[in-house]
């Protein structure tokens, strides 16, 4: 994942002067967590999502194993982008909104996540709101996406069919639910694709999809939308 011409000691320089700058935007637990796994990303393409945006933001990343970049790939394969679209648990850092934001030539893409470290931004269309969206909202938008959201994902599934928008979702383990649903991990997973493919039939969204990122990006989970 990490680029072969970026040095241990340059991932140990550069992640420790990131966090020094964003001392008050992650919790001790969060930086030991960074810190104890700095260089995660020279053997392994599957790394912890806050770990993988800190790589990104310091260009780390190998454009052809930058899940992000494949994410987005896969987006504009069967979506038209230049359109208004909402990101739901867009992360501390907004990676993949900005990655869509540098190809979206018409339209926005506004990222909701209540834990972003900065609600600026130097890209006209990229839109970044600090809090978390609700399933009741009304969207002036024209889609919705997540990346392994979390329990963000059944609030995207609801929006989609509320306001009768296309959406694309990468799931993930599923290990923030509640702990009362009492979910294994393949048990959520299943239990999200239903709720999705639910959602497509009654908001009219078409049919559900679903592709996995596997080979490539080492990721097992799938990624669903749906197909008009």
């Given at each position: 994942m990490i680029r072969e011409?970026?040095?241990?000691?340059?991932?140990?320089?550069?992640?420790d002067k990131f966090l020094r700058e964003h001392t008050d935007d992650y919790s001790l637990?969060?930086?030991?967590?960074?810190?104890?796994?700095?260089?995660?990303?020279?053997?392994?393409?599957?790394?912890?999502?806050?770990?993988?945006?800190?790589?990104?933001?310091?260009?780390?990343?190998?454009?052809?194993?930058?899940?992000?970049?494949?994410?987005?790939?896969?987006?504009?394969?069967?979506?038209?982008i230049n359109r208004n679209i909402v990101e739901i648990g867009g992360g501390k850092i907004p990676s993949l909104a900005k990655k869509i934001a540098l190809r979206q030539t018409n339209g926005t893409i506004t990222a909701y996540d209540d834990k972003l470290i900065t609600t600026d931004s130097n890209l006209p269309n990229l839109l970044l709101e600090k809090r978390r969206l609700q399933k009741d909202e009304s969207l002036n938008a024209d889609m919705i996406i997540g990346f392994m959201p979390c329990d963000g994902t059944q609030t995207a599934i609801d929006l989609a069919k509320r306001n009768r928008i296309d959406f694309m979702i990468a799931l993930c383990e599923g290990s923030c639910q509640n702990d009362m649903l009492a979910f294994m991990e393949d048990d959520w997973e299943s239990s999200m694709i239903y709720e999705a493919r639910k959602a497509v039939r009654d908001g009219h969204l078409g049919e559900l999809k679903k592709v996995k990122m596997a080979k490539k990006y080492q990721n097992p989970y799938p990624i669903i939308y749906n197909q008009r």
């Open positions: 011409d970026i040095t241990g000691i340059r991932i140990f320089y550069q992640i637990a969060e930086k030991k967590l960074i810190l104890d796994n700095r260089t995660w990303g020279k053997t392994s393409a599957l790394v912890v999502d806050i770990l993988r945006q800190v790589y990104d933001e310091l260009d780390m990343l190998d454009p052809d194993k930058n899940i992000y970049e494949g994410f987005a790939n896969l987006l504009e394969e069967n979506f038209d």
